[in-house]
């Protein structure tokens, strides 16, 4: 059965919040708290629920090997911490997290990746294109480039929220560009929930967007039915927008950025230009181990409609590295090669 996103959507962070909260009321009765019971704990945690083993091409009974005898009962807690975070960061995925009262665990390499691999100039980006007289609007920074031809929005996080106010005067503002860049750049994610209102401004009429599914037990293939999550049937305003938009990522659009990102691949007239996203297409699920600690970790996985899993990324439609001879000149040739299409 189909269903609308933000329903859906909303259902999933309830089982999660629901997971989350009865962990420790479940957990079974004489599980000790000490260093080996709570490693033996997340370990199967992660075993029995954890989304993308397939994914990630991780064997996570070798990574038990590796771990487990680093473990004994008389290691101090700055010790355990450190071994259950590095088991965890052979997932090699970003919502994965290990939280005590001391620290919390990121998986570095993940966060190296978008940083080190980052396919935007702030300076560049600033200075030649939003120019220090850039308006800011809501979430959005924002000017017109191209000779008052393209309209250039910068959102950098889907942190920040979106009102319908802020998108009717966007749309107003620039109703005589040939149309828009949206630059997702370095966008690390946030509430998907602004990725409904997002969308609102295009051609909806119901349209599936991507399938959804929830791990259901303990085999590493145990998953629910897929669902379709899709479009809403109405759109913002009297007409929708059909102009071209060009929407600007890299392996720093990550988690919600990667789900509007596959969204995209629902509307005609929307391009995706720049490099891959970082992926983060799961949904994660919190828990408390024995000792106290909490911990998360992805327990939904995402496909498009055709079903391909981007979990480690959203391929760009016009894959556009940024030259460091145009930087040089200030020039950003991704914001030029989504310009270039936009008035062809």
């Not at 980052?118 to 850039?134: C, G, H, R």
């Not at 509307?267 to 891959?276: A, H, K, M, Q």
């Not at 899993?309 to 000149?329: F, H, I, K, S």
Request: glycine share 8%; with cysteine; proline share 3%.
């Amino acid at each position: 059965m189909i269903i609308m996103k933000k329903t859906y959507l909303l259902f999933i962070g309830f089982l999660a919040l629901c997971f989350a909260s009865c962990e420790r009321i479940f957990m079974e009765p004489g599980v000790g708290s000490g260093p080996v019971a709570t490693f033996d704990y997340l370990w199967d945690k992660v075993d029995q629920q954890y989304a993308f083993f397939d994914i990630k091409g991780v064997d996570w009974d070798s990574v038990r090997e590796v771990y487990r005898p680093m473990v004994d009962d008389d290691m101090d807690g700055d010790s355990l911490f450190s071994v259950c975070a590095a088991m965890l960061n052979t997932l090699q995925d970003g919502h994965t997290n290990l939280i005590s009262s001391f620290d919390v665990s990121r998986n570095d390499s993940v966060y190296y990746r978008m940083i080190v691999n980052k396919n935007i100039d702030a300076q560049v980006v600033t200075m030649n294109y939003l120019t220090l007289n850039y308006h800011s609007t809501g979430g959005f920074a924002h000017n017109a480039i191209r000779d008052g031809r393209v309209a250039y929005l910068r959102y950098s996080s889907f942190e920040n929220t979106i009102a319908d106010g802020t998108l009717t005067y966007l749309l107003d503002r620039y109703k005589d560009c040939d149309g828009m860049i949206l630059d997702l750049r370095q966008n690390g994610g946030g509430s998907i929930a602004n990725i409904q209102t997002l969308l609102s401004i295009f051609d909806n009429h119901g349209q599936p967007l991507y399938q959804t599914q929830i791990k259901s037990g303990p085999a590493h293939d145990a998953f629910t039915e897929l669902k379709a999550v899709c479009a809403d049937t109405t759109c913002l305003g009297e007409e929708p927008y059909t102009k071209p938009f060009a929407v600007l990522i890299d392996r720093g659009s990550y988690s919600a950025t990667s789900f509007f990102s596959v969204c995209t691949l629902a509307y005609d007239n929307i391009r995706l230009f720049g490099d891959y996203t970082g992926g983060g297409l799961g949904l994660p699920n919190g828990g408390e181990l024995p000792n106290g600690w909490t911990y998360r970790f992805s327990i939904t996985r995402t496909l498009t409609m055709d079903g391909q899993n981007y979990e480690n990324g959203v391929p760009p439609d016009e894959r556009v590295l940024l030259d460091p001879a145009y930087t040089a000149q200030g020039i950003d040739n991704v914001i030029e090669a989504a310009a270039d299409w936009i008035l062809q």
